[in-house]
């Protein structure tokens, strides 16, 4: 089965740092994703892994253990515009399915 | 590059009615694309899996009799909602993994049902 669990909310300021961490159990593994989601719009892609370890790309940076069913997100000097739903979604086939999590929906304040 | 465009953005129709819904790549060919629906406040839940010149592939629940998809091309996957009822009112996403290389997925920006 499929199992992926993340933080339903999270607050910061400008300028901030915020980490979300996710954890995941599926039945094959062919990489994880990381997805922002403004209200009332598609998703856009932000990260991929497929091996262990930390990638940084710009303000966001995303990490994987495979052997622990963990990633998480990590977003630098906020601003007001990351505000959004970011969605953590394991890869399970060779077919690219994706499965997603809830959603951590992350608020930014001045 | 790596465009998904679907049309419509937005449809509102009568309970009973059949709605299709369009999802195109724009820049690239895609050899599968996938269809997922969002009730507000939820997340995202694959519907289905669509391969181009073969019968799609439905998860668990879901009724391929009243979801039919046609992927046709390797640019272009449709789904059509038969007879709609209003509890299929949802925010319907499409979105397609380019044939060559890469494993992302891009995201149409999706299409909103209403139905009356």
């Known amino acids: 089965g499929q199992n992926i669990d993340q933080p339903t909310e999270m607050t910061a300021t400008e300028g901030a740092i915020v980490q979300i961490n996710c954890t995941y159990q599926?039945?094959?593994?062919?990489?994880l994703f990381w997805y922002q989601q403004h209200a009332g719009e598609a998703p856009t892609f932000l990260s991929y892994?497929?091996?262990?370890g930390l990638e940084e790309k710009g303000r966001f940076s995303s990490f994987l253990s495979r052997s622990k069913g963990y990633s998480y997100l990590l977003l630098k000097e906020l601003q007001m515009k990351d505000s959004a739903s970011y969605l953590c979604?394991?890869?399970?086939?060779?077919?690219?399915?994706?499965?997603f999590g809830a959603g951590t929906q992350v608020v930014v304040t001045p | 590059g790596a465009v998904v465009s679907q049309h419509p953005s937005w449809v509102i129709c009568k309970s009973g009615t059949s709605v299709k819904i369009e999802c195109r790549s724009l820049?690239?060919?895609?050899?599968?694309m996938f269809w997922y629906r969002q009730f507000p406040k939820q997340s995202l839940m694959l519907m289905a899996t669509?391969?181009?010149?073969?019968?799609?592939?439905?998860e668990q629940g879901v009724e391929k009799d009243k979801f039919l998809i046609n992927h046709a091309s390797l640019t272009l996957s449709t789904l059509t909602v038969t007879s709609a009822h209003p509890e299929d009112s949802s925010f319907y996403i499409c979105?397609?993994?380019?044939?060559?290389?890469?494993?992302?997925?891009?995201f149409g920006p999706g299409t909103r049902l209403l139905v009356l």
């Open positions: 979105s397609a993994r380019p044939s060559e290389g890469r494993e992302t997925q891009y």
């Open positions: 599926t039945s094959g593994f062919n990489g």
């Open positions: 892994n497929v091996l262990d």
């Open positions: 979604a394991p890869s399970s086939d060779s077919w690219g399915k994706l499965q």
């Open positions: 820049d690239f060919q895609a050899t599968t």
């Open positions: 669509s391969n181009e010149g073969s019968k799609a592939t439905y």
